[in-house]
């Protein structure tokens, strides 16, 4: 769990983030987003970092600012397109870590091999810089490819970059032998082999079971030194004997320097089904993690007879179940409105304790398979509970005729809005912003944090336990500040930070340990 404080070194007064009471979370439509031409790709993925936007089409990432309001096209550079001849797929996967940085996946690249040839489908991963080559320029930093020693006959890896995720200055990006065969996953840091050269961890590759088909992989998600893995066709075998539960859906639980310094080997106990799982619930197929809180779809869950694959969203708590344990929480998180076929839990963003998910195939105003959009907002008592007037789909949104339907499409929510793609025609699509008010601090319940000008951070703990000071610029990335302390209930602790100069904004958040 985390508690947040925001500071700003000119405020006038003291910002603090109370466990007892807080603004209730509210959200209403904003405004739909078109691209500068009509694609059925526009949105497949969007991030945005305060008042600037990406969104990814058809071998190109469009770029947006906020202005008055107004989601405009960049005037100084519309767009990102492939620094390579040979790009196929482009844009298939998108990150934003901060204002500065935009990385950008083609899993389809036909890259030329040391002989002359070309390994067709290779695929790679660019990152790209606001000011490198100029003034908002979005110029090339560094293009990533993949070596694997451990591939028979000398052979390349495929398709890297069908699904990949970053933290803290590492990215975890998946690779395969062919189109059609398993996922495994290499991990990356910004600065092995020198300043931005995002070299591979050597040694370093993360495969499946037996029982999870070609769709180990099929979602990742990555938190400091954690790497979870969703494996939503991953069967259920309770016994070498047993009989096999097709499509329960794992996840699977990495560390680093598990097993060795720089190693990211599997946590003990760290294939999780979920306890009451069934057949082809696709536990797995989305995962998001915010600080020590995780939620995990499986949209193809029964609720009932008549609510056969309606969906649910698990979530898992650090620490549940042990010091540094992910274990399952009593949460049980469904559609308020479920029916049969809804696949609610398609995908999950999840942002303190605010939740937003997506029910590809709700049924909304007569138009099957319409999908929606459901927020929910966890209380201070530790329950999720759905938003007054959050849910969005056709009768809400207007001018589209769907909402976001595509497995491998993407939620993206920060303090401020909640953005997904809608059609409004056969092909056309806008981006659907979702303007966001009282915005919950993550994990109230930790206790509560105060910040004075004069750079003193003090916290409240609120139950006894191990905490970290964490400190960010961009909130983004987060750096330990100074060492860990105990907490007693009742009694401050107090970090003295320095105060921020000029017009330079900081971010402290306490994490428990």
Known sequence: MITTVRSIALAASTLALLPGARASLTAAFDQNVSGPRTHSSFGDNIVAVGNFMAVSEDNRVYLYERNGGTWDIFARKNMITSPGSNSDEFGHRVLMPDRNTIIVSDPLFNALTPSGGTNNDQGAVYVFGRDVGGDNNWGLIKQITATDHQLPNAALSKRLGDVMAYSEGRMVISASTGTSTAKFLYVFEKDRGGLNQWGQVPGVKLEGTSQSILNFGYTVAMAGDLIVVGSPFEGYQETPSSPVVSARGAVFFY??????????????????????????????RTISISGDLMAVGAPGRDLSAAQQDAGMVYTLARNQGGPGAWGFTPARITAPDAAGGDEFGAVVTLRGDALAVCANDDDVAGVNDAGSIYL????????????????????????????????????FMDEQRLLFWSRVSSLGRVVTDIRLTGFPPAGG????????????????????????????????????????????????VSVETGAAGGSQRRFFRVESR
């Open 255 to 284: 560390a680093r320097n598990q097993g060795g310094t720089d190693r990211w080997g599997l946590l003990p106990n760290g294939k999780r089904y979920t306890p009451d799982g069934a057949a082809t619930d696709y536990f797995g």
């Open 376 to 411: 929910f907002e966890k209380s201070l008592a530790n329950q999720w509970q759905a938003v007054s007037g959050g849910k969005f789909s056709i009768d809400v949104v207007p001018g589209i005729t769907m909402v976001n339907t595509g497995f491998d499409s993407e939620l």
């Open 445 to 492: 319940g930790l206790g509560s944090i105060t910040y004075t000008q004069q750079g003193r951070v003090t916290f409240l703990p609120a139950a006894a336990g191990s905490y970290q000071l964490r400190s960010s610029t961009d909130l983004q990335t987060w750096i330990d500040h100074g060492a860990s302390f105990s907490g007693s209930p009742g009694v401050p």
